[in-house]
């Protein structure tokens, strides 16, 4: 029984830490996103728009949810 309930909690402390990284990732990513955006002094950059998309899916996850799948990326435009 001692072992079972080892073993859960570190699943769970093992998950807890997976979703934190994959949340500071994308903190990260944001603010380097809007770093390059107010440096370029633009906010038509498609690329730019795709992180984005794919950030704030990570971290709403509702889609899945409601059937919806987030699109993966595609080649980029030349």
């Given amino acids: 029984m001692r072992k079972e309930k080892e073993?859960?909690?570190t699943a769970v402390a093992?998950?807890?830490l997976i979703t934190a990284a994959?949340?500071?990732?994308?903190?990260?990513v944001s603010y380097a996103v809007s770093t390059?955006?107010?440096t370029?002094?633009?906010?038509n950059i498609p690329q730019?728009?795709?992180l984005?998309?794919?950030t704030g899916n990570l971290?709403?996850?509702?889609d899945l949810f409601n059937g919806t799948q987030p699109q993966l990326p595609s080649q980029p435009p030349p």
């Avoid at 994959?22 to 990260?28: E, G, M, Q, S």
């Fill in 40 to 43: 370029l002094n633009t906010n």
């Fill in 7 to 9: 073993a859960l909690e």
């Fill in 14 to 16: 093992t998950l807890l």
């Fill in 36 to 38: 390059v955006e107010q």
């Fill in 52 to 54: 984005k998309t794919m």
């Fill in 59 to 62: 971290l709403n996850q509702t």
């Fill in 48 to 50: 730019l728009d795709r």
């Fill in 22 to 28: 994959v949340v500071l990732a994308c903190v990260v």
